[in-house]
């Protein structure tokens, strides 16, 4: 892990996904190209995460109180996945820098630098997934666990990791018995009983790296 190639010609980010998602998918034996388009919410995040899908979002915060993120009253910014990606490539050509893929709103906020808390959990409903930004150097951690809800086709999660390497971990994994998942490549993961609880790190990650979660 401590050896890896940075990506750095092509800048990657958040909404990168949304390009590479089915281009991973078919390279994986998977297909989430109908969960995405370009018509699919997107709500905005602090920190340059992103919601993705239909319906209203749950989940708990780091006390455990159950929250829910419903686009149409949220006061998050909400958008399409279109429009993100348009509004995210006009700033990067204004700013004269050539790119590949598009640019988030400034620089990502820091990942923590240890596992969330147990409480802090946002539940995925199907095809619905999430894009969360890696920054900082040594080990950096996900904000967020993740688990599929309830009766939506079993316990596994689809993992893409995109411009560096990363590792799917759980609340009671150590580095050596997570999950690797290499840039590029998708991945499905199951939490431990009855909590499906999974989350991501990676070592020293590439600016502009990101993770991409979803219940497909």
């Known amino acids: 892990m401590k050896n890896k190639i940075l990506l750095v010609l092509a800048t990657v980010t958040t909404l990168s996904i949304f390009t590479h998602a089915s281009v991973s998918a078919a390279a994986n034996g998977g297909n989430n190209s109908d969960a995405i388009s370009s018509s ?8 340059g ?9 749950e989940g708990k915060d780091g006390t455990g ?20 990606q348009q509004n995210q490539r006009k700033q990067a050509l204004t700013s004269g820098i ?14 923590p630098t240890s596992k969330p808390v147990t409480q802090s959990i946002i539940t995925l409903k199907a095809n ?8 900082g150097s040594g080990w950096r951690y996900a904000r967020y666990w993740f688990s599929p809800a309830d009766n ?24 050596a018995t997570s999950t690797v998942v290499n840039n590029g490549q998708a991945v499905y993961v199951a939490g431990p009983y009855i909590t499906n609880l999974t989350s991501f790190q990676s070592y020293n990650p590439a600016k ?3 993770y991409y979660v979803g219940n497909w």
């Open 40 to 47: 699919t919410t997107a709500i905005e995040l602090p920190g």
């Open 49 to 57: 995460d992103f919601l993705v899908g239909s319906g209203t979002f």
């Open 65 to 84: 109180h159950k929250f829910v993120i419903d686009p149409k009253t949220t006061s998050y910014k909400v958008t399409t996945v279109k429009e993100a």
């Open 98 to 111: 050539q790119v590949f893929a598009s640019l988030p709103n400034g620089d990502p906020s820091p990942s």
């Open 128 to 135: 619905q997934s999430f894009s969360g930004t890696m920054q």
């Open 152 to 175: 939506t086709g079993g316990p596994y999660l689809r993992w893409e990791s995109h411009g560096d390497s990363g590792l799917v971990n759980n609340p009671w994994s150590v580095a």
């Open 208 to 210: 502009y790296s990101y």
